[in-house]
T-cell receptor
């Protein structure tokens, strides 16, 4: 069975501070992992994705994520957040890249001035 | 210009009625998808189509029927609407089937069933 857990429903950080959003996954097959962001009243936009290779993947707008097989995690990071990063972030899992995907419940990020 | 168009943006319906949600993509993609996002559940995958053929259906209810009249269209017909169907429905597309290709999402249709 596949599952994705985002343990933090809400995260608040100050502008300019560093950020980590947590994602834990469970997959019986090879995991394909993604981070998507949803800005208010918009659809989802891909930040980054991981299939294989270097466990640290770079995404758009300064985001990166690190895959850890031993910890079953795919945490999202950013060195310095901007107020425009305020949004909901979803961790997504697809086993072996098929159609069946599982979304995490999302983490709402609020960047305070 | 928006590459994935969803119509209408907002929709209010009465219980028991039928509605069609429209999705058109102008990205030249071969695969299209529907997702649902409700207040009570995480984003849920509903359907995937590739070259106008149904590839996967994760929706238990037959009240939800995708319709593909053209390769770049994937509408969603919902019959016998219930209040629990209230959600935002997102259409997405990718170059080819599966999640190896990046999926691009439309802005969504927000449905409220009274």
């Amino acid at each position: 069975a596949q599952s994705v857990t985002q343990p933090d429903a809400r995260v608040t950080v100050s502008e300019g501070a560093s950020l980590q959003l947590r994602c834990k996954y469970s997959s019986s097959g090879t995991p394909y992992l993604f981070w998507y962001v949803q800005y208010p009243r918009q659809g989802l936009q891909l930040l980054l994705k991981y299939y294989s290779g270097d466990p640290v993947v770079q995404g758009v707008n300064g985001f990166e994520a690190e895959f850890s097989k031993s910890n079953s995690s795919f945490h999202l990071r950013k060195a310095s957040v901007h107020w425009s990063d305020s949004a909901v972030y979803f961790c997504v899992l697809s086993a072996t890249g098929g159609y069946k995907v599982v979304f995490g419940s999302g983490t709402r990020l609020l960047v305070s001035p | 210009d928006p590459k994935i168009i969803q119509k209408p943006k907002y929709l209010v319906a009465v219980t028991g009625s039928e509605k069609i949600l429209i999705c058109e993509q102008y990205l030249g993609h071969n695969a299209m998808y529907w997702y649902r996002q409700s207040a009570k559940k995480p984003l849920e995958f509903m359907f995937s189509y590739s070259y106008q053929k149904l590839m996967d259906n994760q929706t238990a209810s037959s009240r939800f029927q995708p319709q593909s009249s053209k390769k770049n269209h994937l509408d969603l017909q919902i019959t016998a609407l219930k209040p629990d169907d209230s959600a935002t429905y997102f259409c997405a597309s990718s170059q080819d089937e599966g999640w190896q290709d990046t999926q691009y999402f439309g802005p969504g249709t927000r449905l409220l069933v009274l």
